[in-house]
């Protein structure tokens, strides 16, 4: 860490909305947020943006570029972020130097590998509430491992953008949102989000219908 430290070339400030970098931007480095958090994105011909990811802070990314040489997506800030720069090229060099860093980049790549593939399963197979479920859940398991707690959150992107990155319409999300609360699965106010019954979360995210306890009886998903 004391390695990783010293290689940082800068720590940056953003505010709302402002790029960290821009699809066909060459790969300069690779970065960690200290403080905030940011969304990928592409916009298509017609000026439509799609959300590729969410980066929490303690996640490396803008490893979309290793591949290509350039970035293939803009990084855009969720609110207000600071964020260190990892050169590329200092970062290759010391990972040869020191095998426990080169491991720990190869196991994040391939969680990042693994993110992308997750997200196309959602899109193509899933249900709305099974990726509203799984989003939410998938999101408390990131927290947990950057050492936050994962069942009491702030969610850093609107419903908008979770609705842009899980391919649904808006109202859906706040429908989903809302039949989510009034089942006691979860608590929402506004952007806060408490995990209540992280085994129902956890079936309502494998597309099953958990078994409500004695006396109370769900509502019909009819």
């Given amino acids: 860490m004391g390695r990783l430290d010293t290689m940082v070339q800068r720590r940056r400030s953003l505010g709302r909305g402002d790029s960290l970098f821009r699809a066909g931007d060459p790969l300069h480095a690779l970065y960690v947020a200290s403080a905030g958090a940011f969304k990928t994105v592409v916009v298509n011909a017609s000026g439509e943006e799609h959300v590729l990811g969410f980066h ?131 608590e929402v106010h506004a952007r806060r989000i408490r995990i209540l019954d992280p085994a129902a979360l956890q079936a309502a995210a494998s597309g099953c219908e958990p078994e409500a306890p004695r006396g109370v009886s769900r509502r019909s998903r009819a």
């Fill in 56 to 186: 929490l802070p303690g996640e490396l990314f803008g490893l979309d570029a290793i591949g290509s040489g350039s970035h293939r997506c803009e990084a855009i800030a969720l609110g207000e972020a600071k964020v260190c720069e990892l050169p590329f090229a200092s970062l290759s060099a010391v990972a040869t130097e020191l095998p426990s860093l080169q491991r720990q980049l190869l196991r994040v790549m391939g969680q990042s590998s693994d993110r992308d593939h997750d997200h196309v399963d959602v899109l193509s197979r899933r249900q709305a509430s099974e990726r509203i479920a799984l989003f939410l859940h998938g999101l408390g398991e990131r927290y947990r491992r950057i050492d936050q707690p994962g069942d009491d959150f702030q969610l850093p992107m609107s419903r908008d953008e979770i609705a842009r990155y899980l391919g649904l319409a808006l109202e859906t999300v706040s429908r989903g949102f809302t039949r989510l609360h009034e089942d006691r699965v979860i």
